[in-house]
């Protein structure tokens, strides 16, 4: 199928769906010619999400990942299909490169501290020292020849919240790219994968909102060929006895993060920029700069409250991505 999208950029004209996924709106804008083909490939792309969602996702009884999880501890080798395969190739380099602060094995403890949210009291000490047990990325053998892949301890549960969403976001970008559409721009709840620039712009422009409000900063940040994925607890956390339980646990101790704070990255992969998120919440804001300086046309803006005040701290180039002037897409 061959399409003919990108004439001269004076035809190009705006398009934008929304549509609920995973929980959150999922939204696709396309600068192209014609509306018709547009619909019919928009379509495509949501039908894409959905079986990309029922292989990730944890909340699925009968999902790829679930189906894989059911075979912990069994000892024998599941082959999987090609996305699961790579998303977990990709979290597995995650928790070697953030040294654990990431970690997709997390899910016995995060589903018992969503019992905890649910419920609105803390999870039993043995029940967490159980879960504790089952952690480790480790643990996930992984086959390339064979695409398969061992989940050695009984138990074991992945959790691919942290890292699916940008995956999603790039996979759909590069999938309307790959028909002619490279001026589009994929939302997946927060999790952004912009492509080329729209006709006569530098770049999609996106606002970051300040910590704990929805509130957008004044300066935008402008992509091309580049995601943003910001993470944050505004609406999830747990508050007990006049204390805070962040959404966010760090893997290493199988408790909630106590401080709060907005961290947003700009990475050339979707994944990378979700995954990067959680680590970079976990890690003191010294330790996040070091691991985001190490990697390559990556950068970090971590907002911390003080006093009410949003006190920034950013990668040496991230403030090259700003324009002010500009207006939100």
Same mark, same amino acid.
């Given at each position: 199928?061959?399409?003919?999208?990108?004439?001269?950029?004076?035809?190009?004209?705006? $398009?934008? $769906? *929304?549509?609920?996924?995973?929980?959150?709106?999922?939204?696709?804008?396309?600068?192209?010619?014609?509306?018709?083909?547009?619909?019919?490939?928009?379509?495509?792309? $949501?039908?894409?999400?959905?079986?990309?969602? #029922?292989?990730?996702?944890?909340?699925?009884?009968?999902?790829?990942?679930?189906?894989?999880?059911?075979?912990?501890?069994?000892?024998?080798?599941?082959?999987?299909?090609?996305?699961?395969?790579?998303?977990?190739?990709?979290?597995?380099?995650?928790?070697?490169?953030?040294?654990?602060?990431?970690?997709?094995?997390?899910?016995?403890?995060?589903?018992?501290?969503? *019992?905890?949210?649910?419920?609105?009291?803390?999870?039993?000490?043995?029940?967490?020292?159980?879960?504790?047990?089952?952690?480790?990325? /480790?643990?996930? &053998?992984?086959?390339?020849?064979?695409?398969?892949?061992?989940?050695?301890?009984?138990?074991?549960?992945? @959790?691919?919240?942290?890292?699916? +969403?940008?995956?999603?976001?790039?996979?759909?970008?590069?999938?309307?790219?790959?028909?002619?559409?490279?001026?589009?721009?994929?939302?997946?709840?927060?999790?952004?994968?912009?492509?080329?620039?729209?006709?006569? +712009?530098?770049?999609? *422009?996106?606002?970051?909102?300040?910590?704990?409000? /929805?509130?957008?900063?004044?300066?935008?940040?402008?992509? /091309?060929?580049?995601?943003?994925?910001?993470?944050?607890?505004?609406?999830?956390?747990?508050?007990?006895?006049? #204390?805070?339980?962040?959404?966010?646990?760090?893997?290493?101790?199988?408790?909630?993060?106590?401080?709060?704070?907005?961290? *947003?990255?700009?990475?050339?992969?979707?994944?990378?920029? @979700?995954?990067?998120?959680?680590?970079?919440?976990?890690?003191?804001? #010294? #330790?996040?700069?070091?691991?985001?300086?190490?990697? &390559?046309?990556?950068?970090?803006?971590?907002?911390?409250?003080?006093?009410?005040?949003?006190?920034? $701290?950013?990668?040496?180039?991230?403030?090259?991505?700003?324009?002010?002037?500009?207006?939100?897409?």
């Amino acid at each position: 199928q061959v399409l003919l999208w990108n004439t001269t950029d004076g035809q190009l004209r705006k $398009f934008s $769906f *929304t549509r609920e996924k995973m929980g959150s709106p999922f939204t696709i804008i396309i600068y192209a010619i014609d509306s018709a083909s547009v619909t019919s490939v928009v379509n495509q792309a $949501f039908d894409l999400t959905d079986s990309l969602v #029922k292989i990730y996702s944890d909340y699925l009884p009968k999902s790829e990942l679930n189906r894989l999880c059911n075979e912990a501890g069994s000892g024998r080798w599941i082959q999987v299909s090609a996305p699961l395969f790579e998303i977990l190739q990709k979290a597995k380099d995650a928790g070697k490169i953030s040294k654990g602060t990431f970690d997709i094995t997390v899910s016995p403890i995060v589903r018992l501290w969503r *019992t905890a949210k649910r419920e609105k009291k803390l999870p039993q000490q043995d029940s967490l020292d159980v879960a504790n047990k089952r952690v480790g990325y /480790e643990h996930i &053998k992984l086959d390339p020849g064979m695409r398969s892949v061992n989940l050695v301890l009984p138990g074991m549960q992945l @959790d691919l919240g942290g890292i699916a +969403k940008g995956d999603i976001a790039q996979r759909i970008q590069q999938y309307l790219a790959s028909l002619g559409l490279e001026a589009s721009m994929v939302d997946a709840g927060g999790d952004i994968m912009a492509g080329k620039a729209p006709p006569g +712009k530098q770049g999609w *422009t996106i606002g970051i909102n300040q910590p704990e409000t /929805e509130t957008l900063m004044a300066e935008n940040i402008v992509l /091309e060929n580049m995601a943003v994925a910001t993470s944050g607890d505004l609406y999830q956390f747990l508050e007990l006895n006049g #204390k805070r339980y962040s959404h966010l646990v760090d893997p290493r101790t199988g408790c909630p993060v106590s401080s709060s704070r907005n961290v *947003t990255v700009i990475a050339p992969a979707g994944a990378d920029a @979700d995954w990067l998120t959680k680590a970079c919440s976990i890690l003191p804001v #010294k #330790k996040a700069l070091r691991l985001i300086n190490r990697l &390559k046309n990556t950068e970090v803006q971590i907002a911390v409250l003080e006093d009410e005040i949003p006190k920034y $701290f950013r990668s040496k180039h991230f403030q090259q991505y700003f324009l002010n002037q500009a207006a939100p897409e």
